[in-house]
């Protein structure tokens, strides 16, 4: 079975500076995919970046990035540039690749526990 | 499009109450999903469906169950409540197609069992 951890259980970021929270994982696949998720006090999981393991060119939307380690089974998120709207839960989670095959388990989502992000003034 | 679309938003049972949370989506997805939410666990899988007609058990099924009779809704049920399941359900639903689906997620329902 697969788990993602992240143990940073809450983080703090100055407006307009960059913060990284950490996430691993652990998997015998060789194919999956990589997540982030934003929960804001809505409630709301709102997909942030997605990462394909066979690609090695690390995702980026706008002032999101990732740095993925495949070897080290390592997918750490950066913010950019932060601001007060980023302050929200955010949750690591892996899926199977196995998904070519229409299989609903596959299709499945694994959860870390969640950090929390504070973006202060 | 509506998305994906929970009903109740909050609910508060007594124990031994029974509910029904739906989950609807209109997007046509086959695939659904019933997670629940508990502090410092992050979201766990209860039942998923593959199709109209089909359900299956994720990590925690016991105490629920599950139906898909129309491919837009998929039902959880609690037969008999338990302060246990206090927490927040999240439905979600995926279109298999490609390699790159997305799971969407419907806003949530707060369950408190007293």
């Known amino acids: 079975a697969q788990t993602v951890t992240q143990s940073q259980p809450e983080m703090s970021v100055q407006e307009a500076e960059t913060v990284t929270l950490s996430c691993t994982y652990d998997t015998s696949e060789s194919d999956y995919y990589l997540f982030w998720y934003k929960q804001p006090p809505s409630r709301q999981m709102i997909l942030v970046i997605r990462q394909e393991a066979y690609k090695q060119q690390n995702a980026t939307e706008n002032r999101f990035s990732v740095n993925f380690q495949k070897a080290a089974k390592s997918f750490s998120l950066k913010i950019s540039d932060s601001q007060l709207g980023d302050a929200a839960m955010y949750f690591c989670a892996y899926r199977s690749g196995l998904s070519r095959r229409r299989t609903g388990t596959a299709s499945k989502l694994t959860f870390g526990t969640g950090t929390r992000l504070q973006v202060t003034l | 499009n509506a998305g994906v679309t929970q009903t109740p938003k909050f609910r508060v049972l007594k124990t031994g109450q029974s509910m029904t949370l739906l989950c609807a989506q209109d997007?046509?997805?086959?695939?659904m999903y019933w997670y629940r939410q508990d502090p410092g666990m992050g979201l766990r899988l209860i039942h998923y469906?593959?199709?109209?007609?089909?359900?299956a058990k994720g990590e925690v099924p016991d105490g629920y169950n599950v139906s898909r009779l129309k491919k837009q809704n998929f039902l959880l049920g609690l037969e008999s409540a338990a302060p246990s399941q206090t927490s927040v359900y999240f439905c979600a639903s995926t279109e298999m197609r490609g390699i790159t689906d997305t799971q969407y997620f419907g806003p949530g329902t707060r369950l408190t069992v007293l």
């Open positions: 469906s593959v199709g109209e007609g089909t359900t």
């Open positions: 997007m046509n997805h086959e695939y």
